[in-house]
């Protein structure tokens, strides 16, 4: 309680018990009368309404928090916050964030895009292949891909203004994975959405030639948030691969209709 002292601590017991008195009081007739008894705080006289009642003073608990420095208001009970300053209100309540929705596994999108090319490495090389390299631009495009995706619900390899995949980019041999996660049984399967992802593409044969080619060298990948059909939230998550000989040097904006 910013260091108010064991006398502040005392003075807010006697404040909880006079609240508690001053309802007997009432019942059995007894009349709260004004006071006029000086009050100090830290050796400083202040302004405050004190009642006596059978020979004790007893102040609000309200002025006490104004004149010492802590918040007290009411919130299904008398709440008192020692480490905020006196406004006799509650705290703002925040609008929750997309990080506050989201498992702390997947508050930093970037960390579970570089598990999902980690765990893809491994894969790879456990089948003896060469682990794939990423760009900035084939990052990129991946995540327009699952932009597009979560925002318009168009799950699918053709985007949403009805061309391929591919053309998300200036390379035509491109391939794609793609995989839509509902929040609520990611939460069940107990794994981070990354893992959830390669292992679903890995059980997947068409997903996991694409992982496990011989032929690509560089992976990118995209995530965002957004809903399913049935308006659940869920995440879209793709993968996309460059084929030996290739580059991506553009990427194209995120299609939305």
């Given amino acids: 309680m910013k260091n108010r002292g064991k006398n502040i601590g005392l003075l807010l017991t006697g404040m909880a018990v006079g609240a508690a008195l001053c309802g007997g009081a009432y019942a059995a007739g007894i009349v709260a009368q004004p006071t006029w008894q000086p009050i100090f705080v830290d050796g400083q006289q202040v302004e405050m309404e004190a009642y ?3 020979g004790n003073n007893y102040v609000k608990l309200r002025d006490i928090g104004k004149e010492v420095g802590f918040n007290v208001y009411w919130q299904d009970g008398v709440q008192v916050d020692s480490d905020a ?3 006799g209100e509650p705290p703002a309540a925040t609008a929750p964030t997309v990080s506050d929705a989201i498992s702390s596994d997947t508050k930093d999108l970037d960390a579970v895009k570089q598990e999902i090319v980690d765990l893809t490495n491994a894969l790879r090389k456990e089948h003896g ?19 597009e ?3 318009t619900g168009n799950y699918s390899h053709v985007r949403p203004d009805g061309r391929k995949y591919y053309t998300v980019t200036d390379c035509s041999q491109t391939t794609e994975n793609i995989h839509r996660i509902n929040q609520e049984w990611l939460k069940t399967t107990g794994k981070t959405l990354a893992e959830a992802a390669v292992d679903d593409w890995a059980a997947s044969q068409g997903h996991l030639d694409h992982m496990m080619s011989k032929t690509v060298y560089m992976v990118g990948v995209g995530i965002a948030e957004g809903t399913n059909a049935a308006g659940e939230p869920c995440w879209y998550c793709v993968q996309e691969f460059c084929p030996n000989g290739y580059a991506v040097s553009w990427v194209d904006d995120p299609a939305l209709s």
């Fill in 52 to 54: 006596n009642i059978n």
């Fill in 85 to 87: 300053d006196y406004t």
């Fill in 129 to 147: 292949l060469d682990a794939l390299g990423t760009s900035d631009l084939l990052m990129r495009a991946a995540q327009v891909r699952a932009e």
């Fill in 149 to 151: 995706m979560a925002a």
